[in-house]
């Protein structure tokens, strides 16, 4: 029946397009996902038709479609970040973060920050190895800072290595951004490693200094965030407990697990290289 109705409308309205059987079937689940005529003439209508045929392959689940058309409005964002949104998960990784926002900033402040943190970011697009150092991350999202969606809009890159001095010393943070909606600094701290308990209180110090040194009267108090390869929960709920200043902390992953079956089984990066350099060298001969 819909072959035929497709058939029937692009022979009675051959100067429209978007009659194909495909899409009539896209209308039809379309219809079927969203009952309600008001959010379909207000939320949905606002996105390019495209991005709900997107979200109806990929998003089973109606209250995250929803999330999703959202955050599409408010970001801008085209048909491919939304995919790479959707395929990064971040429907489920967004506020997941550790903090004590709750405590240290008003509301809504507080439920912002929260929201806008994920946990944990998804750094595979950097193709870092496992033995990266804090500077080879921080080199590789500096030189990918145009392309660092994980962030989410709003972050303005302020600089790296930022330096402070302080009491006649010199201090250097990792990333130093402004939130635009936040209306805030945001400190962030790069960790190769576990998150330990001292981490918090070079934080705090951090984010006092910001403050002091850089917040004008009229920002909102200065937010850190404290990146590591892993943490547990317990320590860091510990570790923030009595903090004055507004801290996060979130993990990241450099890269996507690959399934058990396929462990073991893939070339490594040196066999890749040695295999190129045999195929050049015949290549030449």
């Not at 929201?115 to 870092?128: H, R």
């Not at 892993?230 to 979130?250: C, F, H, Q, W």
Request: include cysteine; hydrophobic fraction near 40%.
């Amino acid at each position: 029946m819909i072959d035929r109705l497709a058939a029937d409308l692009r022979k009675a309205f051959p100067e429209i397009k978007g009659f194909s059987f495909r899409n009539l079937k896209y209308m039809r689940a379309f219809a079927e996902a969203y009952p309600d005529q008001e959010f379909v003439q207000q939320p949905a209508a606002q996105i390019p038709w495209f991005h709900n045929c997107v979200l109806l392959d990929k998003v089973k689940d109606n209250a995250e479609r929803k999330w999703y058309i959202h955050q599409t409005i408010q970001q801008g964002w085209s048909r491919n970040v939304l995919v790479h949104q959707i395929e990064s998960g971040l429907y489920h990784r967004q506020g997941k973060s550790v903090t004590n926002f709750e405590r240290t900033l008003p509301k809504p402040q507080s439920e912002l920050a929260q929201q806008i943190i994920k946990d944990p970011y998804n750094f595979d697009f950097l193709s870092l190895r496992e033995a990266a150092q804090e500077r080879d991350l921080e080199k590789a999202l500096i030189n990918h800072i145009r392309d660092f969606l994980e962030l989410g809009v709003g972050f303005a890159f302020v600089g790296s290595q930022y330096h402070l001095e302080i009491g006649g010393q010199d201090f250097y943070i990792d990333l130093l951004f402004y939130h635009l909606r936040l209306r805030c600094f945001v400190v962030i701290d790069l960790k190769i490693e576990e998150f330990k308990p001292e981490f918090s209180g070079k934080m705090n110090f951090y984010v006092s200094a910001v403050d002091d040194l850089l917040r004008h009267p009229s920002d909102q108090a200065s937010i850190g965030m404290i990146l590591c390869k892993s943490r547990n929960k317990t320590i860091v709920e510990y570790a923030l407990r009595d903090m004055n200043k507004p801290i996060g902390v979130s993990t990241y992953q450099l890269r996507q697990a690959l399934p058990e079956n396929l462990q073991g089984s893939l070339p490594t990066v040196e066999q890749l290289e040695a295999e190129l350099n045999v195929v050049s060298v015949e290549i030449q001969e």
